[in-house]
């Protein structure tokens, strides 16, 4: 495949196998990336990913979704570090290290402009313990994601990392964003929800908080991913690979392409070009 970036002295093919000077540190986005389809890991991948501890290599999810919602994977696997949200709240093991949260107010002037809007279809709320949506039926009445019925109408005053609004048409969210210099937003691949930040949660800057605190270099970072969330921590970190899957914003982002999700790419990379 071909090599984009140039770490001096990180790495260079060899035989065909990515030989890497020291790895620290593996990311992988979850969704679309580590699990399959289905949300789920399979035996081999979580084998691989324990081989990795077992060789003092760290191990980090970065991912959209919350720490609570991924309890059945951390059972086959327990990275070291989790960043969710994002990029708002980043775990070492059990601990909250680090948490970002959107300003009340701005929270709040979203939310009264939308919640009556009807090209806005749904409104979730992370609070950090569970999620408030305006839906009334189970959609989003999943494992670990802890939701229950809000009725914006009456107001919102919580602070909150992530707020997501359901809407087709990406420039009704973007239009309301940039009123709010301190805030971003994501669109979800395959989806119509628009998952908004404060501008400083982001994955690549979750890795650097974990590089810093743990002494590790950028350079000496491998990340995979698929989706818009993840093309900056592609670019910049040491190593990006994205899964065959992937948006061709992610794949252009990235050193490399693996096998899909549905094929355990990411464990099969590590396997052939780390432990080896």
């Known amino acids: 495949m071909v090599l984009k970036k140039s770490h001096a002295g990180f790495y260079k093919i060899l035989e065909g196998v990515v030989k890497l000077k020291e790895v620290k540190l593996i990311v992988t986005d979850l969704d679309g990336t580590f699990l399959t389809d289905n949300k789920q890991i399979s035996e081999y991948?979580?084998?691989?990913?324990?081989?990795?501890?077992?060789?003092?290599?760290?191990?980090?999810?970065?991912?959209?979704?919350p720490k609570r919602s991924t309890a059945k994977v951390r059972e086959m696997f327990e990275p070291d570090f989790i960043i969710d949200n994002n990029g708002a709240t980043i775990y070492f093991g059990k601990i909250c290290r680090k948490s970002i949260a959107i300003e009340k107010e701005a929270a709040r002037e979203m939310i009264k402009e939308f919640q009556s809007d009807g090209k806005i279809k749904g409104i979730s709320i992370e609070t950090g313990r569970g999620l408030l949506t305006n839906y009334t039926d189970n959609s989003w009445d999943r494992e670990g994601w802890n939701s229950n019925y809000q009725d914006f109408s009456k107001g919102f005053d919580m602070e909150t990392p992530k707020i997501s609004f359901e809407c087709e048409d990406v420039d009704i969210i973007r239009k309301l964003v940039e009123r709010f210099p301190d805030l971003h937003m994501y669109p979800n691949h395959g989806e119509h929800w628009i998952q908004i930040m404060d501008k400083s949660s982001t994955k690549l800057n979750g890795i650097k908080y974990i590089c810093d605190e743990m002494g590790i270099g950028l350079e000496e970072v491998i990340c995979f991913g698929n989706d818009y969330n993840d093309v900056e921590m592609l670019k910049f970190c040491g190593v990006g690979v994205a899964v065959e899957n992937a948006l061709d914003e992610a794949k252009q982002a990235a050193d490399y392409v693996c096998k899909s999700n549905n094929e355990d790419g990411v464990a099969q990379w590590i396997e052939e070009n780390i432990l080896k």
């Open 45 to 65: 991948t979580a084998e691989i990913m324990n081989k990795v501890k077992e060789k003092g290599i760290y191990t980090a999810f970065a991912m959209a979704r």
